[in-house]
């Protein structure tokens, strides 16, 4: 398959990116990757900076919780559910 390696998922996002795609700002993609732990980016260096690089995978997370929370869930219950039910 061609973009992945070993059945592994090789692309990835960075936060503003992941940020727009999902309908959230990049602060609350901060609280939800720092505080909550929904997802667990990979960190990826350029020279002396690093970058969070989100997977498809995080990706499709986010957007569970983002539904959910559009639906009328709270953000932890959100969170939960997702974490639950593979969402």
């Known amino acids: 398959m ?3 390696a070993a059945g ?5 996002v960075g936060s503003g990116a992941t940020a727009k795609a999902v309908g959230i700002s990049l602060r609350q993609l901060d609280y939800w990757v720092h505080v909550l732990r929904v997802v667990h980016p990979r960190l990826q260096s350029h020279g002396r900076r690093r ?3 989100f997977s498809a ?3 499709r997370t986010l957007n569970a919780v983002k539904r959910l929370l559009d639906a009328g869930y709270t953000l932890r219950a959100a969170v939960r ?4 039910h593979d969402l």
């Open 51 to 53: 970058f969070r690089a």
């Open 81 to 84: 559910a997702s974490r639950t």
């Open 57 to 59: 995978v995080d990706l």
């Open 8 to 12: 592994r998922e090789t692309s990835r």
């Open 2 to 4: 061609e973009g992945q």
